[in-house]
Nanobody, 117 residues
Framework: QMQLVESGGGLVQAGGSLRLSCAAS????????MGWYRQAPGEQRELVAA???????NYADSVKGRFTISRDNAKRTVYLQMNSLKPKDTAVYYC???????????WGQGTQVTVYS
């Protein structure tokens, strides 16, 4: 059972930046894909960004060019650098290795990001 703890969210003005962190209780070295997701009120959870073991990244079109995902396997942490934030980025952000397979259906408690104009 893996525990995930997201942090770094907060209240930020449009155009600002935040860096989210996701700390895992166990090694992520052999987990193929880690992802960041978000869920806005009344909306379904959506995949925002993903990163594979070899560093290949993918982004939702809505955040491409503004968000950067990275991982530090030694620190068992995945990051999401968010720049040029917009009010529509407001959501609870979660990280999960779910894309790596059914056996990786682990989720943290999420961290709230609120962007005001």
């Amino acid at each position: 059972q893996m525990q995930l703890v997201e942090s770094g969210g907060g209240l930020v003005q449009a155009g600002g930046s935040l860096r989210l962190s996701c700390a895992a209780s166990g090694s992520i070295l052999y987990i193929n894909t880690m992802g960041w997701y978000r869920q806005a009120p009344g909306e379904q959870r959506e995949l925002v960004a993903a990163i594979t073991r070899d560093g290949t990244t993918n982004y939702a079109d809505s955040v491409k060019g503004r968000f950067t995902i990275s991982r530090d396997n030694a620190k068992r942490t995945v990051y999401l650098q968010m720049n040029s934030l917009k009010p529509k980025d407001t959501a609870v952000y979660y990280c999960s290795p779910r894309l790596s397979g059914d056996e990786y259906d682990y989720w943290g408690q999420g961290t709230q990001v609120t962007v005001y104009s």
